[in-house]
């Protein structure tokens, strides 16, 4: 596993899906069905009609100066709903990922979450970042990060009965088991794999039992088979749990059977909707002011701009972004 | 051959001179708490050089206040406070923290030097400054040491887990509410708290034996919360009070025995991390695949 063909495992797997099938496990099949429909989206919306929205927000906008990311966005996201937030680089997705933190206010408008107004260090918020690895010498116990999604921001020094820390335990003994990370979690965090880690931190996430959960491209650094690993994982609690799932994604190809919502950013613009209605060349090619084609392959998705058949695998329009985005030490070089 | 042995261990008169060091040994004690706790955070932000930074500017604040009549402990630590400062506010990238400390550390210790050299009194005195003394301590730096260890050691039980939450996941610390970044300069006055202290007891250029070493050591044998804060005190305890008790008797500074021990201790923790390495380290499903390790997918 290297950071190319991790940067590889997105958008452009899509396009050499056909070539990587027999390899990695022949996943077209099993994916979905080849029907052109997207298949159960409309699950967990028929049989959970909400008193309060797990995420609401009113004529939310966000501009930094001229440049206006989104405006006039009314969600209603229901709890237990997935959402796949798509859109090119700057589109502001992560932004609105930041705003539902609490880490960057709305240039206009409202957000709530759970009914009430957005508050930052909620523990009703769970956060996976795209970010994976930790750095190399960093000797904690992947347990030791689960429980800092439960109580790593509280001041002091954790005193507590043997009582309360045995009920501790085993709670994040079901957690990891929950995510499929029991057999791991006494090892060193930096002895684990990318798939291994990411569990831990969508446990670590869950710690606090939130009520939606913010997930930023968290299957970028996965492998194929990781991926789906991680995407039922998020699938199923939200069933059980009701939790609603924001999932900010490059490649929707991961997600698609699970995805109730799309919410498309573009240029200023979106469109919120079904799978179906907001991935289609109609939609797409209104939001983009361009032309563009949707292709549906083996039940997964390929957009296409069709002014240049040779860019066939773009998702968005600066795909090339896309790949460095991806590359870890790129990122970190952005952030420093 | 006889002689340099004379000079390395002596242990003539061993009660006397015990109750003589009692301060160095309370002092080292102290040390050897505040300096292993304090090591697991400069393990893990990766800190080690800055360390080694702060005590040089230590040593020149030392060494100014030895000059000019001052209160030692006191000038070690504005001088390390300084220092922390600086490099806690200019070096916030890693590379640039770097190129700071690397500017910082050849004029701290050119200063310390231009210091002792106008010094006029003893030159056990100056050594012991760079290199760390056994009769050093008297009543009012025990004082000053076992208030900075007060300050150190409630501060850190205050912040320790938003700290290391901060430390080992800034992104999602932030998202949770951690004041990520007004922990950094906040830490780096504890550090610098610590290394003053550090200075007085084994000098400025080894301060990183009893504030790297045990937490490095600690590391390399268990990855749990609980014991490697508490395995890093013991190591440095050890190194100190036991490094304080076999220089008792000889002429030499103090500082090569605490460093033996100290290095001694981090080669078996090595020796013993490696051993378990090769064994899976502790229990794991046995389908979980074991690619290399998750670091080398950030590069």
């Given at each position: 596993?290297?950071?190319?063909?991790?940067?590889?495992?997105?958008?452009?797997?899509?396009?050499?899906?056909?070539?990587?099938?027999?390899?990695?496990?022949?996943?077209?099949?099993?994916?979905?069905?080849?029907?052109?429909?997207?298949?159960?989206m409309a699950l967990a919306d028929g049989d959970t009609e909400p008193a309060i929205a797990a995420v609401r927000t009113?004529?939310?906008?966000?501009?930094?100066?001229?440049?206006?990311?989104?405006?006039?966005?009314?969600l209603d996201i229901a709890p237990g709903q997935f959402v796949?937030?798509?859109?090119?680089?700057?589109?502001?997705?992560?932004?609105?990922?930041?705003?539902?933190?609490?880490?960057?206010?709305?240039?206009?408008?409202?957000?709530w979450i759970g009914g009430?107004?957005?508050?930052?260090?909620?523990?009703?918020?769970?956060?996976?970042?795209?970010?994976?690895?930790?750095?190399?010498?960093?000797?904690?116990?992947?347990?030791?990060?689960?429980?800092?999604?439960?109580?790593?921001?509280?001041?002091?020094?954790?005193?507590?009965?043997?009582?309360?820390?045995?009920?501790?335990?085993?709670?994040?003994?079901?957690?990891?088991?929950?995510?499929?990370?029991?057999?791991?979690?006494?090892?060193?965090?930096?002895?684990?794999?990318?798939?291994?880690?990411?569990?831990?931190?969508?446990?670590?996430?869950?710690?606090?039992?939130?009520s939606i959960?913010?997930?930023?491209?968290?299957?970028?650094?996965?492998?194929?088979?990781?991926?789906?690993?991680?995407?039922?994982?998020?699938?199923?609690?939200r069933r059980?749990h009701g939790t609603a799932v924001l999932?900010?994604?490059?490649?929707?190809?991961?997600?698609?059977?699970?995805v109730d919502l799309?919410?498309?950013?573009?240029?200023?613009?979106?469109?919120l909707?079904p799978?179906?209605?907001?991935?289609?060349?109609?939609?797409?090619?209104?939001?983009?002011?361009?032309?563009?084609?949707?292709?549906?392959?083996?039940?997964?998705?390929?957009?296409?701009?069709?002014?240049?058949?040779?860019?066939?695998?773009?998702?968005?329009?600066?795909?090339?972004?896309?790949?460095?985005?991806?590359?870890?030490?790129?990122?970190?070089?952005?952030?420093? | 051959?006889?002689?340099?042995?004379?000079?390395?261990?002596?242990?003539?008169?061993?009660?006397?001179?015990?109750?003589?060091?009692?301060?160095?040994?309370?002092?080292?004690?102290?040390?050897?708490?505040?300096?292993?706790?304090?090591?697991?955070?400069?393990?893990?932000?990766?800190?080690?050089?800055?360390?080694?930074?702060?005590?040089?500017?230590?040593?020149?604040?030392?060494?100014?206040?030895?000059?000019?009549?001052?209160?030692?402990?006191?000038?070690?630590?504005?001088?390390?406070?300084?220092?922390?400062?600086?490099?806690?506010?200019?070096?916030?990238?890693?590379?640039?923290?770097?190129?700071?400390?690397?500017?910082?550390?050849?004029?701290?210790?050119?200063?310390?030097?231009?210091?002792?050299?106008?010094?006029?009194?003893?030159?056990?005195?100056?050594?012991?400054?760079?290199?760390?003394?056994?009769?050093?301590?008297?009543?009012?730096?025990?004082?000053?040491?076992?208030?900075?260890?007060?300050?150190?050691?409630?501060?850190?039980?205050?912040?320790?887990?938003?700290?290391?939450?901060?430390?080992?996941?800034?992104?999602?610390?932030?998202?949770?509410?951690?004041?990520?970044?007004?922990?950094?300069?906040?830490?780096?006055?504890?550090?610098?708290?610590?290394?003053?202290?550090?200075?007085?007891?084994?000098?400025?250029?080894?301060?990183?034996?009893?504030?790297?070493?045990?937490?490095?050591?600690?590391?390399?044998?268990?990855?749990?919360?609980?014991?490697?804060?508490?395995?890093?005190?013991?190591?440095?305890?050890?190194?100190?009070?036991?490094?304080?008790?076999?220089?008792?008797?000889?002429?030499?500074?103090?500082?090569?025995?605490?460093?033996?021990?100290?290095?001694?201790?981090?080669?078996?923790?090595?020796?013993?991390?490696?051993?378990?390495?090769?064994?899976?380290?502790?229990?794991?499903?046995?389908?979980?695949?074991?690619?290399?390790?998750?670091?080398?997918?950030?590069?």
């Amino acid at each position: 596993m290297n950071s190319a063909g991790v940067a590889d495992a997105g958008v452009t797997g899509a396009l050499t899906d056909g070539d990587t099938a027999p390899t990695v496990g022949d996943p077209a099949p099993t994916v979905g069905d080849p029907a052109p429909t997207v298949g159960d989206m409309a699950l967990a919306d028929g049989d959970t009609e909400p008193a309060i929205a797990a995420v609401r927000t009113r004529d939310a906008a966000l501009a930094y100066g001229d440049r206006v990311l989104w405006e006039g966005l009314n969600l209603d996201i229901a709890p237990g709903q997935f959402v796949a937030i798509l859109g090119s680089n700057g589109s502001g997705k992560t932004s609105l990922l930041k705003v539902l933190l609490g880490e960057q206010p709305l240039t206009r408008g409202r957000a709530w979450i759970g009914g009430e107004p957005v508050l930052r260090g909620s523990t009703a918020v769970g956060y996976v970042p795209q970010k994976i690895s930790i750095d190399d010498g960093t000797m904690l116990k992947a347990r030791d990060l689960v429980r800092m999604g439960l109580d790593g921001h509280r001041w002091g020094f954790p005193f507590g009965s043997t009582r309360s820390r045995r009920a501790v335990r085993t709670g994040i003994d079901n957690l990891l088991a929950s995510v499929g990370a029991a057999g791991f979690g006494d090892a060193p965090v930096s002895m684990l794999s990318g798939g291994e880690l990411q569990r831990v931190r969508v446990a670590a996430a869950l710690a606090s039992n939130p009520s939606i959960l913010l997930c930023d491209e968290p299957l970028a650094a996965l492998d194929l088979r990781h991926q789906q690993e991680v995407a039922a994982l998020l699938d199923r609690r939200r069933r059980e749990h009701g939790t609603a799932v924001l999932f900010v994604t490059h490649d929707i190809n991961a997600v698609l059977d699970y995805v109730d919502l799309v919410l498309y950013l573009a240029g200023g613009q979106f469109r919120l909707g079904p799978p179906s209605e907001v991935l289609t060349s109609q939609g797409l090619t209104e939001l983009y002011g361009a032309p563009v084609d949707v292709l549906r392959a083996q039940g997964r998705l390929i957009v296409v701009a069709s002014t240049d058949p040779s860019a066939g695998h773009h998702l968005s329009d600066d795909d090339n972004c896309v790949v460095d985005h991806r590359q870890p030490d790129f990122r970190r070089a952005v952030q420093q | 051959m006889m002689n340099i042995w004379d000079k390395m261990f002596n242990f003539d008169n061993y009660g006397q001179l015990l109750a003589l060091l009692q301060n160095s040994i309370i002092a080292g004690a102290l040390l050897g708490l505040i300096g292993g706790l304090i090591g697991v955070f400069v393990m893990m932000r990766d800190l080690t050089f800055a360390v080694h930074g702060i005590s040089e500017l230590s040593f020149a604040g030392a060494s100014f206040a030895l000059l000019v009549g001052f209160n030692v402990v006191v000038g070690s630590i504005l001088g390390s406070l300084v220092a922390a400062l600086v490099i806690g506010v200019l070096g916030v990238r890693a590379r640039e923290r770097s190129s700071i400390i690397g500017v910082l550390m050849p004029f701290g210790l050119g200063l310390g030097v231009l210091f002792l050299a106008l010094y006029p009194g003893r030159a056990a005195n100056k050594f012991g400054l760079l290199t760390g003394q056994i009769v050093a301590v008297d009543d009012p730096q025990l004082f000053w040491m076992v208030g900075v260890t007060i300050v150190v050691t409630v501060a850190l039980a205050i912040l320790w887990r938003p700290l290391m939450f901060a430390t080992v996941d800034p992104e999602i610390a932030a998202a949770r509410g951690v004041p990520v970044r007004a922990l950094s300069p906040i830490f780096m006055i504890i550090l610098g708290l610590t290394v003053a202290m550090a200075v007085q007891v084994v000098g400025a250029l080894l301060v990183l034996a009893l504030l790297v070493t045990p937490a490095a050591a600690a590391m390399r044998v268990t990855a749990s919360a609980l014991w490697v804060p508490v395995l890093s005190v013991l190591f440095g305890t050890v190194s100190i009070v036991g490094g304080i008790l076999v220089a008792l008797g000889g002429s030499l500074p103090i500082s090569p025995y605490v460093t033996t021990i100290s290095f001694a201790i981090y080669v078996a923790c090595r020796i013993v991390g490696a051993r378990r390495v090769r064994r899976g380290w502790g229990p794991r499903a046995a389908a979980s695949v074991r690619t290399p390790v998750a670091a080398t997918i950030g590069g």
